[in-house]
């Protein structure tokens, strides 16, 4: 069972990135997903989630409206998409992979089974 999150990179203020995450070992359509960051310092922060369904997507306030999850169940992986990067999203960011999260635990990390190694996103301002 192994998550790979990949895509991270420098960026400047302004700019976009793609994070994947591959999913191996196990059918990563029945489980719930989320993406989680963690700066030097500073406790891992909950980013976004996504339902095994696709059908509820959940948000962090400081990324809502430029980052979107997304999953392509063909390519057994998920993605986040993050636009209009500021310096204070530089991380290491991971990927995870959950059973019945719901609207109270989507946040919780320790709610998560499987994670990814973590890719470094770094905002230059």
């Known amino acids: 069972v192994q998550l790979q999150a990949s895509g991270g990179g420098l960026v400047q203020a302004g700019g976009s990135l793609r994070l994947s995450c591959a999913a191996s070992g196990f059918t990563f359509d029945d489980y719930d997903i989320g993406w989680f960051r963690q700066a030097p310092g500073s406790e891992r922060e909950f980013l976004a989630g996504m339902h095994w369904s696709g059908g509820d997507e959940y948000y962090a306030d400081s990324v809502k409206g430029r980052f979107a999850i997304s999953r392509d169940r063909a390519k057994n992986s998920a993605y986040l998409q993050m636009n209009n990067l500021k310096s204070g999203d530089t991380a290491v960011y991971y990927c995870?992979?959950?059973?019945?999260?719901?609207?109270?635990?989507?946040?919780?990390?320790?709610?998560?089974?499987?994670w990814g190694q973590g890719t470094l996103v770094t905002v230059s301002s």
């Open positions: 995870a992979a959950g059973h019945d999260l719901t609207l109270s635990t989507v946040r919780d990390w320790g709610q998560y089974a499987y």
